[in-house]
């Protein structure tokens, strides 16, 4: 089988995948529609882009039509940048401002306009002849190669501060769902590097280098869609969104930096530390697997601003760890319960608002130094 042939098959089989998970993502029921169908949208220009080979198969020479879909590569790295912004935020609608992202890929096909969309097949034939000389095709890749590091940056920028956001005002599950997310743009960005070096091998004297890797390129892809497919068929529901009007504590400080702290002023965050662990200990809303911030300030009322800097700048720890300390605290209490011996560790975990077996360990490790099973094997072995 020559080489041709196998990446015909393996841009079949991507091709194929990703319309597959397209579909399931746009029909699943989920809370998170817009999500989902700006994921497929991604998906569905990827498909576009690994289809070359296929395309190629079916069209003899250089068209209008090649390298319109060639073009759409512009829109992978915007769509995925919008994608992120509606998993991270609960309240992120698409406006009219989002269409300045399709800039670029206007920009790119207008170039294109005088010496290839608008001329005849043996001048479209001579301009991909020529391509390391054609001034339009190198000003292209440099703006698809500054596109990929600006939407770079502002992903790993957005993700950043969602998952403070999270950690600051959120003690549920679905911390999870963002370090997903982190190696999902971390694998994005490793096929955007590879690409990178693709294209400069192929305006270089080894062009033959670039095609080598164009290989290596659409087998990473396939595997990369085979994983996404893994995640939505596991995860359908995936993200619990934060709301963008919320502030980080840092920003928040600063704001209050001017204002001077009164001897008064740091009596009442004593005397309002003292009373929420108060409330934490008689109350145990710990319990609650999705509690927020805002929960307990409704319960207690104090405003969730002042709450925030209350847990997160205070007392000094995050809202997600605070409440993860008062439900380890409660397991060891199980734990030590003789009554309790025959319970599992996995119903003791959900008993104390935990949702999953990975974080309860990760969580009680970070605290106690030990597994929970190591914690009640050393507790028996103390009793003997």
């Not at 599950?173 to 960005?189: D, E, M, T, V």
């Not at 890797?213 to 659409?218: D, N, P, R, T, Y």
């Not at 805002?294 to 002042?306: E, H």
Request: charged share 20%; hydrophobic share 45%.
């Amino acid at each position: 089988m020559d080489n041709i042939n196998l990446l015909v098959i393996v841009s079949t089989i991507s091709l194929f995948i990703s319309l597959f998970l397209g579909v399931f993502l746009m029909t699943v029921k989920t809370k998170n529609k817009l999500s989902n169908s700006l994921f497929a949208l991604f998906l569905l220009i990827i498909a576009i882009d690994i289809s070359e080979p296929l395309f190629n198969t079916m069209v003899d020479g250089p068209s209008n039509l090649g390298m319109f879909r060639t073009l759409f590569a512009f829109l992978q790295i915007p769509v995925f940048y919008l994608y992120v912004l509606s998993v991270c935020y609960s309240d992120f609608k698409l406006k009219l401002k989002h269409l300045l992202h399709l800039l670029p890929f206007l920009i790119a096909n207008l170039v294109l306009l005088p010496r290839f969309y608008s001329v005849d097949v043996a001048s479209k034939i001579n301009f991909i002849i020529n391509r390391q000389n054609m001034i339009e095709l190198q000003f292209n890749h440099v703006i698809i190669h500054v596109q990929m590091i600006v939407y770079g940056i502002a992903v790993f920028r957005v993700l950043r501060k969602s998952k403070k956001l999270y950690l600051e005002n959120y003690a549920g599950k679905n911390i999870n769902s963002y370090n997903w997310l982190l190696q999902f743009a971390i694998l994005l960005a490793i096929v955007y590097l590879i690409a990178l070096a693709k294209n400069i091998f192929k305006f270089s004297d080894y062009p033959h280098i670039s095609g080598w890797i164009k290989s290596g390129l659409l087998v990473l892809v396939l595997f990369n869609i085979c994983w996404y497919l893994f995640k939505a068929l596991n995860n359908p529901g995936l993200f619990r969104n934060i709301d963008s009007s919320l502030k980080l504590v840092s920003e928040i400080v600063a704001e209050e930096k001017s204002k001077e702290q009164s001897i008064a002023g740091e009596r009442e965050w004593q005397e309002d530390i003292l009373r929420l662990k108060k409330y934490m200990i008689e109350e145990k809303p710990f319990l609650n697997p999705s509690l927020t911030i805002q929960d307990i300030s409704g319960k207690m009322g104090i405003p969730v601003r002042d709450l925030s800097l209350l847990i997160n700048h205070q007392i000094g720890q995050h809202f997600y760890d605070f409440v993860n300390t008062y439900r380890i605290e409660h397991a060891m209490s199980l734990l030590k319960d003789d009554t309790k011996s025959k319970v599992t560790i996995l119903e003791i975990l959900y008993e104390v608002g935990f949702n999953s077996k990975s974080s309860f360990n990760t969580a009680f490790k970070k605290h106690t130094g030990n597994t929970p099973t190591s914690y009640r094997k050393e507790l028996k072995n103390s009793n003997l």
